[in-house]
């Protein structure tokens, strides 16, 4: 008999089937047992003897032959798509074992720290809580590329091993390459402005890794960069355009998609239908000054409480939910950061902040050779590590940008999760690489 799936079930009343699973619960009722079994499209309510399931515990991995009955009626279950039936089992097969679990993590999730989540991750992602999460990854993550693949872009694989640092050197892993010194990839900032040199507009959904100082909510050392550019822009402001098509349809995506996901988190997802909001840095800080008297109006950036603070106002004032900050100074931004023709101080750059998180960056870029050239030595680095990049300006690129969306942050906000290593299923940031680094031999210490 072929293996059918537990919400498939519900088509075979009165017929004999066969489904495979982990067993999510065990409940004994005296002369019968009830196994709840899970696969991956739900749970199916087994009805067992207790001499077919004698020494069977939760997450054992079974096939179970047997025939579908209609529930009695006070044993409806309105939750589950299979609500309305069981399986009497007839057979029962150990495909696996499992040993007894260390807490009773299916129903007390929300009694558990966050190191225990992640120390227990191959367990813990069996959570339909938890899976919910990576399916509001992917959804976002397909919708982005669907997005842009209307829009006539490419897609293009970027490199993770780099021989120069493309977004400022404090934030970077060095590697030992072959007998070369080598980084890994920041972004695939420099790889999708050569590439647009043949496709005009591309887009990649990179790894990207930054060795961050400090633990945060925000921040991983390892992280999915979700990368546009675009060549032969009239404008920059044409970029943001592009950004919010993206989020618009990432948000109607994840209600069509992930209904029952969002409802697991009581997750809004907002609709949206008023243009986003775009102002000036120097302008949001002026507001900020005025509405909470914090003046950082001199600051070369926004704080993390002044981008929950903006949000706030974005909200208040316009109805949204998400607001792009425009013309950040040329100090702050990487070599690469077009000016303002205006005000040489500022750039044509943007972030696009969600409920108080930046989830975006982008801007026009240099694209004359001569005057890239220039910026890379006022940034303090050499030409020549950038020959490889510098080519495609030498043989002409057109007037261009792009931006790139942090996956996790798109989760994270969505789901309102209090730490973004929550929105990965294997989180690498300072205190882990899947284990407690204070685990693990430190270099040079033999095992
Ligand atoms: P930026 O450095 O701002 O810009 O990064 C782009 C977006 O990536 C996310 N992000 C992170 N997410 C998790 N952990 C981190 N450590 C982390 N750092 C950044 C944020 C951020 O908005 N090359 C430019 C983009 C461009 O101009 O095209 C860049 O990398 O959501």
Not at 163 to 182: L, M, Q, R, S, T
Not at 350 to 369: C, M, N, P, S
Not at 398 to 406: M, T, V
Request: aromatic share 10%.
């Amino acid at each position: 008999m072929k293996r059918i799936l537990n919400t498939e079930t519900i088509k075979y009343l009165g017929e004999k089937v066969k489904v495979c699973g982990w067993v999510n619960t065990r409940r004994d009722h005296g002369g019968i047992i009830f196994l709840d079994l899970r696969d991956r499209t739900g749970l199916l309510q087994v009805v067992c003897s207790p001499e077919l399931v004698k020494d069977i515990k939760e997450e054992f991995v079974l096939e179970i032959e047997g025939t579908i009955q209609k529930r009695p009626l006070k044993m409806k279950n309105e939750e589950i798509k299979t609500g309305e039936i069981e399986l009497k089992a007839e057979k029962v097969k150990i495909l696996a074992q499992a040993a007894v679990l260390p807490f009773d993590y299916l129903s007390k999730t929300a009694d558990l720290k966050l190191p225990t989540f992640l120390d227990y991750r191959p367990l813990m992602i069996r959570d339909p809580k938890i899976k919910a999460i990576f399916k509001v990854g992917e959804i976002s993550t397909n919708s982005f590329k669907n997005t842009l693949r209307n829009l006539d872009f490419t897609e293009f694989q970027s490199p993770s091993i780099v021989p120069a640092v493309a977004e400022g050197g404090a934030e970077v892993f060095h590697i030992n390459y072959y007998k070369y010194d080598a980084f890994l990839a920041q972004s695939p900032q420099l790889y999708k402005q050569i590439m647009i040199g043949a496709f005009e507009r591309v887009f990649t959904v990179a790894h990207v890794f930054r060795a961050e100082p400090s633990v945060t909510t925000r921040h991983l050392a390892e992280y999915i960069s979700l990368d546009a550019e675009v060549a032969f822009i009239e404008s920059w402001e044409e970029l943001m355009d592009i950004c919010e098509i993206i989020m618009k349809n990432v948000f109607s995506d994840l209600k069509k998609n992930c209904s029952q996901e969002l409802a697991l988190y009581q997750a809004a997802v907002p609709t949206l239908t008023v243009k986003i909001p775009r102002l000036k840095m120097r302008e949001a800080q002026k507001i900020i000054f005025e509405r909470t008297g914090q003046d950082h109006r001199k600051e070369p950036d926004l704080t993390p409480e002044d981008e929950k603070e903006i949000c706030q106002f974005a909200k208040e004032k316009y109805g949204s939910e998400l607001i792009f900050i425009t013309h950040y100074p040329i100090k702050k931004r990487p070599f690469y950061t077009l000016a303002d023709p205006e005000d040489q101080e500022f750039t044509l750059s943007f972030d696009l902040l969600y409920q108080g998180l930046e989830i975006a960056t982008g801007g026009q870029r240099i694209h004359q050779y001569e005057t890239l050239v220039k910026n890379i030595k006022k940034w303090g680095n050499k030409p020549k590590d950038f020959a490889f990049y510098l080519q495609a300006f030498e043989y002409g690129l057109p007037p261009e940008g792009g931006f790139a969306f942090g996956l996790e942050r798109i989760v994270k906000q969505v789901l309102g999760l209090k730490n973004i290593r929550e929105a990965t299923p294997f989180s690498r940031d300072m205190e882990r690489i899947d284990q407690r680094l204070s685990l693990k031999k430190k270099h040079g210490k033999k095992p």
